[in-house]
Every structure is written in C-alpha cells, then in structure tokens.
C-alpha cells in the first residue's frame, strides 16, 4: 500500500501537465523553459493509433484511382489537382464530428527531433463514449506504459506501484484532479479549414476501404492543437495530409510540425529543505527567472540566486514534431468501465 504522500506524488506526476516537464535533480539541471518535446513520454498526455507500420503504410500507398469523396461539379483543378471547394471542405469537418458524435477511438503516434536529433517518440490510444474516456499511453515501442481512466466522473490511474509492479488507482477525492484532461480527438477536425485550400493527391486502399488522399496546399497558414504530443503555440504547420472516406468522414491525419525556440540560461535547483532554487548567470536574466519563480510558486517555494558561474550561452534549438493519427469506431458502441480491482487513495492533486 502505498502510503499518502508516496500516492499524492504520483498523482502529481501524471495530473500537473505545467509541471511534468520538471524533473529536479540535486545538481544545476538544464532550464525548465523547453517546450512540451521535452516532457516525458509517461506523463505526456497525447494520442495515437495505428500500429507504426500500419501509420507508415498510410503515408506511402498512394495509388491511382476514382476519388472516394463525392466532390462537387465546381471543384477547379490546380496543377493537375482538384481543390476541394469551402462548402466539400466544411462538409467533411461536419462529417467527421458526426461520425464520432457519441463514441469512438483515436490512435496517435508521435516522434519528435530537436536540430535533426530524436527527442522522443511515443503514443496514446484513446477510447471515449459519452462521457467516459480511456488513454493508454505508449512508449516508443507502442506497449503501454500508463492509463488514464474517467468512468462516471470517477478517475482511475494505472500506474507502477512502489514494488515496480503495475496497478490500477482511484483516486477518492472529488476536486483533487482538476488538470486531468483526455484530449478529444474530435477537436483534431478543426483542422479541416478552408483557407487550407485542400486538393485530391490520390487515392489508396486501406482494410478493403478506398480513401482519398488530401493534401493542404496553405498547411503552414494552420494553427495547430496545442494538446498534441510537442507542438504547442508557436509551432507552425509544415504539412498536413488527411485520408477521407467515401462518406466524407476523415479516417486517417498525418501532420508535420516546426518550431525554433530560444532557451534562456535559466537553472533549477532542488534544495534540501524541498524548495526550489533558480540560477542564472546575471542580471540580464532575471525577468525571465522571476517569471518561472511565479508560475513554479504555485506548488513551491522558489527563490532566486545569481551565480556568474553558471553558462551564459542562450541555446537556439529547430524541434520537429511528426504525429499520425487514425480515427475508428465509428458508429460502434465502446464499453469503459471501472476497474474491477483498484486501491482507493485520496489524493492532494
């Protein structure tokens, strides 16, 4: 059994998104203003499906053929391609909401490199009807690492024990979990845009089903969603690519994402006394230090300190994200449920 404080931590560690980039150490440790690439994979809470194989299939079939979507008469080729019209491209937004309207699933993959060099790679698989929702959370092997679970408002959590064995958790208390949020895969459909100017590229056979290949000609014009696994606001869509039923419901997504960042000479130091501690090399820095001190506050007790020791060099970094997601379920009926066997704990948030 694990013991309050032992539990209230854990919990932390999966719930506090802000905070699961912060992993102090007892030495000066790299600035926490990196963006969401350098969270951990386990408390990383993103989606994803399709096995890799199956996501790197989807990405390379192209082949010729009839277009499975019904496109209207007044849709204008454009170098060789038909563009979609605003009114095909809203349809297949709405098409696809309502396709998931009640219950479904999304699996996402992920891999991220910061200046060319991998930083992380992984999933989720997500599972929602109504309003019960299931996240697995995968490694970069695609084996689960993690779970998130709401039945009924109640929330679950599988998760290494203190003996390194997996086990599942409820935490009891009601207003301790706030942050606990499983992304919706349906908001993933906002990204069917007009002003994106969508045209057929090709078709490809998937499980039997033909699908038609979309590509955005204005994708760099696309906000990404900032829940999926490292983008977050300043990042910039370089490609996106969607697969659409003869239906008009979107089956498949594939998106690459672009980011440069600066990263100020700010380091975090854990003290013996629990409290936080953060460094910078001069003055020069110490906006920057007093900004993390207020948001780290809410949960520490941070200070600051100038020691001209410390590296001064600001870090420039290129980060890279490419996600691939595919939606399913459509129209099935999902079962989410408690789980059987689960160890009550009251948790702090």
Same mark, same amino acid.
Do not use: C
């Given at each position: 059994?694990? *013991?309050?404080?032992?539990?209230?931590?854990?919990?932390? *560690?999966?719930?506090?998104?802000?905070?699961?980039?912060?992993? /102090?150490? *007892?030495?000066? +440790?790299?600035?926490?203003?990196?963006?969401?690439?350098?969270?951990?994979?386990?408390?990383?809470?993103?989606?994803?499906?399709?096995?890799?194989?199956?996501?790197?299939? @989807?990405?390379?079939?192209?082949?010729?053929?009839?277009?499975?979507?019904?496109? /209207?008469?007044?849709?204008?080729?454009?170098?060789?391609?038909?563009?979609?019209?605003?009114?095909?491209?809203?349809? +297949?937004?709405?098409? !696809?909401?309502?396709?998931?309207?009640?219950?479904?699933?999304?699996?996402?993959?992920?891999?991220?490199?910061?200046?060319?060099?991998?930083?992380?790679?992984?999933?989720?698989?997500?599972?929602?009807?109504?309003?019960?929702?299931?996240?697995? #959370?995968?490694?970069?092997?695609?084996?689960? #690492?993690? #779970?998130?679970?709401?039945?009924?408002?109640?929330?679950? &959590?599988?998760?290494?024990?203190?003996?390194?064995?997996?086990?599942?958790?409820?935490?009891?208390?009601?207003?301790?979990?706030?942050?606990?949020?499983?992304?919706? /895969?349906?908001?993933?459909?906002?990204?069917?845009?007009?002003? @994106?100017?969508?045209?057929?590229?090709?078709?490809?056979?998937?499980?039997?089903?033909?699908? *038609?290949?979309?590509?955005?000609?204005?994708?760099?014009?696309?906000?990404?969603?900032?829940?999926?696994?490292?983008?977050?606001?300043?990042?910039?869509?370089?490609?996106?690519?969607?697969?659409?039923?003869?239906?008009?419901?979107?089956?498949?997504?594939? &998106?690459?994402?672009?980011?440069?960042?600066?990263?100020?000479?700010?380091?975090?130091?854990?003290?013996?006394?629990?409290?936080?501690?953060?460094?910078?090399?001069?003055?020069?820095?110490? @906006?920057?230090? =007093?900004?993390?001190?207020?948001?780290?506050?809410? =949960?520490?007790?941070?200070?600051?300190?100038?020691?001209?020791?410390?590296? !001064?060099?600001?870090? =420039?970094?290129?980060?890279?994200?490419?996600?691939?997601?595919?939606?399913?379920?459509?129209?099935?009926?999902?079962?989410?449920?408690?789980?059987? =066997?689960?160890?009550?704990?009251?948790?702090?948030?």
């Amino acid at each position: 059994m694990l *013991t309050e404080d032992q539990l209230a931590e854990r919990l932390r *560690t999966q719930l506090r998104r802000e905070l699961a980039a912060i992993e /102090p150490r *007892t030495d000066l +440790v790299e600035a926490m203003r990196r963006r969401q690439a350098r969270r951990t994979v386990a408390t990383r809470i993103s989606l994803v499906a399709v096995p890799a194989a199956a996501a790197a299939a @989807a990405v390379t079939m192209v082949v010729s053929g009839g277009s499975g979507v019904v496109l /209207p008469n007044n849709s204008k080729p454009s170098n060789g391609h038909v563009v979609l019209t605003a009114a095909m491209v809203k349809r +297949v937004a709405s098409e !696809s909401r309502s396709a998931m309207a009640h219950s479904g699933q999304a699996t996402i993959s992920y891999r991220m490199t910061d200046n060319g060099k991998p930083n992380g790679a992984g999933g989720d698989r997500i599972t929602f009807a109504g309003k019960n929702w299931n996240d697995v #959370i995968l490694n970069p092997a695609h084996k689960p #690492i993690a #779970i998130n679970r709401i039945v009924n408002g109640q929330f679950y &959590l599988w998760i290494e024990g203190p003996d390194n064995k997996m086990r599942w958790y409820h935490d009891t208390n009601p207003s301790g979990h706030p942050d606990v949020r499983i992304p919706d /895969p349906r908001t993933l459909f906002a990204l069917m845009n007009p002003s @994106a100017r969508f045209e057929v590229v090709g078709h490809q056979v998937v499980g039997g089903l033909k699908l *038609t290949k979309l590509r955005a000609r204005m994708a760099p014009g696309i906000k990404p969603l900032s829940w999926l696994p490292g983008i977050d606001s300043g990042s910039k869509v370089d490609s996106l690519v969607v697969w659409v039923d003869g239906h008009q419901v979107v089956r498949q997504m594939s &998106l690459h994402v672009r980011e440069t960042t600066s990263t100020m000479p700010l380091y975090l130091k854990k003290l013996k006394d629990g409290g936080l501690q953060i460094v910078v090399p001069s003055k020069k820095f110490l @906006a920057e230090a =007093h900004a993390m001190a207020r948001k780290l506050g809410k =949960h520490y007790h941070v200070t600051v300190r100038i020691d001209p020791k410390v590296a !001064s060099k600001i870090r =420039h970094d290129k980060l890279s994200t490419t996600v691939s997601v595919q939606f399913g379920g459509f129209g099935q009926r999902q079962v989410i449920t408690a789980p059987k =066997h689960s160890t009550p704990q009251f948790s702090r948030g």
